[in-house]
């Protein structure tokens, strides 16, 4: 978010920080459309579905938060992995 309210300033951005911003920005949406059909799969009863998209949407969460931080993403689908290098940031 703080990101997104630094767009909106009269600051002029890099190449660099604007890919990165709508990096950050993909993945956010990724994660949270992830998140609907959690939502969805819970309400529904389809334990398998709601097991596998809030596995996926917490990975795109963390991997949004790393790309906000500046970080290189690795690919990997390692939920536990992407903690371990967010929790120092």
């Given at each position: 978010?703080?990101?997104l309210k630094k767009a909106n300033s009269s600051?002029?951005?890099s190449k660099r920080e604007i890919i990165s911003m709508e990096?950050?920005?993909n993945w956010f949406k990724k994660a949270k459309d992830d998140l609907d059909w959690t939502k969805h799969n819970l309400k529904a009863k389809v334990?398998?579905?709601t097991c596998f998209t809030s596995q996926q949407a917490?990975?795109?969460a963390l991997k949004a938060f790393l790309i906000y931080?500046?970080?290189p993403l690795r690919k990997i689908h390692d939920v536990i992995a992407l903690l371990e290098v967010g929790r120092l940031y």
């Open positions: 978010e703080r990101l600051r002029r951005f990096k950050y920005k334990w398998y579905g917490s990975e795109k931080h500046n970080k």
